[in-house]
């Protein structure tokens, strides 16, 4: 799906903070609705997710690289970048931070479940 996402360039400072904020703002709702009874805290444009037995997550705005970073206690740091479309891609893995959200659900659920048993 991201392959061959183009980098957009030359994106004013502005509209980088409004997409970053909003991207993590929907991010924020859309985790506390799947993880309705782990920790949670968004504000001023970092997000932190605490998920008992499994550890913390961080999202947050890089303004210096015009990047969202993500940190994943299970397979660790990411970087996205805004691409055409204004969609959120990690070039180095080609996968959109809406996807690469999916797959760590997919894992903490896996990780769960199998401590469950």
């Known amino acids: 799906m991201a392959l061959g996402q183009k980098l957009q360039k030359g994106i004013p400072k502005p509209l980088y903070h409004r997409l970053a904020d909003e991207e ?3 991010l924020s709702e859309h985790l ?5 009874n782990e920790y949670a805290d968004y504000k001023d ?3 932190q997710i605490r998920i008992e037995g499994i550890g913390e997550y961080m999202f947050n705005k890089q303004p210096a690289a015009m990047q969202i970073w993500a940190s994943s206690p299970i397979t660790g740091p990411r970087k996205f970048d805004i ?5 959120w891609i990690d ?3 080609n996968i959109s931070l809406s996807e690469y959200v999916k797959e760590e659900l997919k894992k903490i659920q ?3 479940g199998r401590k469950d048993k």
């Open 45 to 47: 444009g970092n997000l």
């Open 24 to 26: 993590l703002s929907d």
């Open 110 to 112: 896996s990780k769960i």
């Open 83 to 87: 691409c055409k479309r204004y969609e």
């Open 91 to 93: 070039l180095r893995n």
């Open 32 to 36: 506390e609705r799947k993880l309705c």
